[in-house]
C-alpha cells in the first residue's frame, strides 16, 4: 500500500477516465527519469509521445516522475502488478535494472525500453534505440569549423573543442565517439577535450567542468548531460565562450550562446511503440533510428548567431556519406584513432 501511495503521488499527468475507453483503446504508463519534465530533453519528448497518443489513438496514459534513482524499483513494479496497463514505458538507460526486474517478475505485462537496450533480451520488452555515434557527429563536424573562424564574436583562434555528457554508458559515450569522429573529419588537427559529470541533473558539476575546458583553449562545448546542462550556459556567460545544445534546444534559452542544437524526436518512437501495441503488431525486436530516419535533426533557429551556410552544407555532405555507408563511424573511444587515420586527412 505505501508503494501504490508512492506511485500514485508521482502521477502528474493522466488521460481520459476508464470509464470513456472502448475496447479498442489501451493505457499506458510512462516512468520518467529523475531529470523530470522540463527538461526540454527525453523526459518533455515522453509527454509529447503521450499527449499525441491519447488525440490521435484515444489512449489513456499515466504520467509518473521519480525523485530518486532508488525509487525505480517501486515504479514499475507496482505499475506492472497493477495488471491496468498495456504498456509500461522505460525512458533511459538508468532505468534498465528496474525494468528488467519488473519484467521477470511479471513476464506477461509488455514494456517498452525507450533510448536503450537491455542486456538481456526477452519477449516482453521492445526496444527502441538509435545508432547512437550519428547524434553528434554533425555538431562535431560544424564546432571543428566554428572554432577557427570569425562568426562567433568570442571565439579564440585555437583549434579546441570540448563535450560534457552525464555518464559512462553507451547512449552517453557513443555520441561523444561521434562527436570526436565528426570534429576530426572536419579538422584532424582539432583538439576535443571530454569530461563526464556524473549524473543527469548536478548542475554545479556540469559547469565546473565546462570552466574547465574554457580554461584550456576551447570556445565551444557540446552539451550532452540532460538538465545538468544548463550548468554549461552558466559557465559559458562567464567565460565568453558558447555552447550546443543536444536533445534540448538551447537556441531559445540562450539565444547569444548558442548557435545550434541537435534535436532528438524520439517521441515519434514511442508513439509508434504505443500504436503497434493498439493495433496488434507489437514486438520485442529492438528498433534502431539515427540520420537517415530524421531521429537527429539539426536546428538553427532561434538563435541571434549565425551558422554559414557552406559548414552547414558540408557536415550535411559528410552526414550523407554515413547513410549512404561511404563513412562507417567506430562506437568506442578506443577505435577512434584507427578511424581518424583511415578516414581523415
Known sequence: ILVLTIVMAGAVGCGKDEGDLDSSQIKVALVHTISGLGDKSINDSGLIALQRAEKELGVSYTNVEPKEYSDYDAYFMELASSGEYDLIIALGAEQEEALMNAAKSFPEQKFSANSFEVGEQMDNISCQSARWEEFLFTAGYLNSKLTTMDVLPNANDQAVIGVINAMEIPPQTRPVVGYI???????????????????????????????????????????????????????????????TGAATNLNEKEPDLVPFSTLNPIENQIFDDIKAVQDGTWNSQTKYGGIEDGLFTMYYDDTNLTVPQEIIDEANTAADKIVSGELVLPSTMEEIDKWVAENCE
Open 181 to 243: 569522429c565528426g570534429a576530426k573529419y572536419a579538422n584532424s588537427d582539432v583538439e576535443v577535450l571530454t569530461s563526464t559529470v556524473g549524473d543527469f541533473v548536478d548542475t554545479n558539476r556540469a559547469q565546473e567542468l565546462a570552466i574547465a575546458q574554457y580554461s584550456k583553449g576551447a570556445d565551444i562545448i557540446q552539451d550532452f548531460c540532460g538538465k545538468a546542462g544548463y550548468g554549461l550556459l552558466n559557465a559559458a556567460e562567464l567565460s565568453k565562450g558558447y555552447v
